[in-house]
């Protein structure tokens, strides 16, 4: 699973990106892993798809973008 992390907000009101991945079932897997460490995390389709195919973006509230940057870096090569 590729994904990339971005600290930019905006498009979801107070939720920012923690990661973009290529599918809705990217997307369940990460949010998953990130629930089970306590953060809570949604997804919703991105407005400017990544060049490399990325088109849903899991978002987290913005205390919790830190810590979800680290679950995600821990659990991903």
Not at 20 to 31: I, S
Not at 33 to 58: M, Y
């Amino acid at each position: 699973m590729k994904f990339s992390s971005s600290a930019r907000g905006g498009e979801y009101g107070l939720l920012v990106a923690a990661a973009t991945v290529t599918d809705d079932r990217a997307a369940d897997v990460v949010r998953k892993l990130l629930r089970r460490n306590g953060i809570r995390a949604t997804s919703g389709p991105s407005r400017r798809p990544a060049t490399w195919g990325g088109r849903v973006q899991v978002l987290v509230f913005p205390e919790d973008a830190v810590r979800a940057y680290e679950v995600l870096c821990r659990n991903t090569r």
